[in-house]
């Protein structure tokens, strides 16, 4: 069952890191089979709470593997060896994030969110934040989220509310965020805010907003939702709170870019997600249709059923390579924005009809909580819609598209 490893060794890899990268793909794959996978339906029953003192709790397993990931290096995938990181390529960590959705869609969010804020801190940060941050992300002492959408501005991000005032040697932010993901985890986050809100899009500022030791940042909130239950999504309100002047992340005025970069790289994320919720289903209903037996025989002996193990192996094959090529284009530094929209809009809606068919073939079976799928189904349901909606990833591809020349040579 090596369909990843196969797919990543013909991207151009040299042969020592092609010898890497299987060695990671193997210590993630075994921590997802004894860490993550066993407990992924018990930590969706219990899922998140959120107490009247504001303590979020997580399932018990979660915070073992969050202490798991740290301790094998893996929550610094993605950073430089500089700043205590492993430095792989973005390709690599983007088939982990598959692996992890595979073993756990929850859990998969605390790895993914660690790899973006490593990221564009290291893109965007002052060197000052660098050291600061990124070494205590790579051990796994800090936790990576984003704070950016807001109850008025979801896919126009440009409209936000919440201030952002210079107060001397620091700044002061107020305002709401909400749908944060890795609430009562994360206290290292990328934030967007407006320091200047007459310029609109254009007075928009991103920093590292770091929690710890500013009380006026409070999770109010957590939601109840269809899917991702082991992952708290909060809503987040900021009161007077502190982010220091080398926080800032990129040039003031500058943020909408810096997020645009964010999205883009976190969308070749979710490509890799939808590929891992989809392959769980799958290899769940190939499993059930071999075992399963009606009018006397197997029901994989159906034609109709081999064709459905077909098209959905097929589409998530052709999903994997959409974001693993993506992911390499960012690799190589070349513009990778369309291709990550591609992977994002392709992946999550593969993830949707894979785990559905899934589903399908295991009959009134896979309505029921004990088969794993119906958690798949609802957990790959979030995938076209956050790090931009899949109607804002048609609207980046048609414009990039309408930019070209087809004309006939
Ligand atoms: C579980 C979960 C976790 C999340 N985690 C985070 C997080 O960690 N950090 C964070 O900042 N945000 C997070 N989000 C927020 C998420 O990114 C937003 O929900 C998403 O961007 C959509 O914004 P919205 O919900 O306000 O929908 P809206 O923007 O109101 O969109 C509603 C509908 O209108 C469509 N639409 C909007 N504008 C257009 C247009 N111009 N053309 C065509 N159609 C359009 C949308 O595609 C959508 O179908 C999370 C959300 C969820 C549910």
Not at 280 to 293: E, F, G, I, L, T
Request: aromatic content about 10%.
């Amino acid at each position: 069952m090596k369909d990843l490893y196969q797919v990543l060794s013909t991207l151009g890899f040299t042969k020592e890191e092609s010898e890497e990268n299987e060695m990671i793909l193997d210590l993630v794959d075994e921590i997802c089979k004894k860490e993550i996978e066993p407990y992924a339906q018990e930590m969706d029953e219990i899922g998140c709470s959120h107490d009247k003192t504001g303590k979020i709790t997580y399932p018990p397993q979660a915070y073992k593997i969050l202490k798991k990931l740290g301790e094998s290096d893996l929550m610094g995938l993605a950073i430089p060896e500089k700043y205590e990181g492993v430095g792989l390529s973005f390709a690599l960590v983007n088939a982990c994030y598959e692996r992890f959705s595979r073993a756990d869609a929850s859990t998969s969010l605390l790895f993914g969110l660690q790899n973006s804020s490593s990221d564009v801190i290291e893109h965007f940060g002052t060197e000052e934040a660098k050291e600061q941050y990124l070494p205590k992300l790579a051990r796994g002492e800090k936790y990576g989220g984003l704070l950016f959408t807001e109850p008025g501005s979801g896919s126009d991000l440009g409209s936000l509310k919440t201030k952002v005032v210079d107060n001397g040697d620091h700044f002061l932010v107020n305002g709401s965020k909400n749908f944060i993901s890795n609430s009562g985890i994360a206290d290292t986050y990328l934030f967007l805010g407006s320091t200047d809100p007459e310029q609109k899009s254009k007075g928009l500022t991103a920093f590292i907003l770091d929690t710890e030791n500013n009380p006026g940042f409070k999770v109010a909130r957590i939601e109840e939702k269809l899917g991702l239950h082991g992952n708290a999504t909060g809503e987040v309100t900021l009161q007077d709170v502190v982010i220091p002047k080398e926080n800032v992340l990129g040039k003031m005025g500058k943020g909408f870019s810096v997020v645009l970069y964010e999205l883009s790289a976190a969308r070749i994320g979710i490509g890799a997600q939808g590929v891992g919720i989809a392959d769980a289903a799958y290899r769940k209903a190939v499993n059930y249709v071999k075992s399963r037996k009606q009018f006397g025989r197997p029901i994989e002996s159906f034609q109709v059923t081999q064709f459905k193990m077909a098209d959905m192996f097929t589409k998530i094959h052709t999903a994997r390579i959409a974001y693993l090529i993506a992911a390499r284009m960012k690799d190589k530094n070349q513009d990778f924005a369309e291709y990550a929209s591609i992977a994002k809009l392709y992946g999550s809606e593969i993830s949707q009809e894979v785990t559905y068919e899934a589903i399908q073939m295991h009959g009134g079976y896979g309505y029921v909580k004990e088969y794993d799928v119906e958690r798949y189904y609802r957990d790959a349901r979030i995938t076209p819609i956050y790090e931009g909606t899949n109607e804002v990833q048609r609207i980046v591809i048609s414009r990039a598209e309408m930019a070209k020349n087809y004309a006939p040579e």
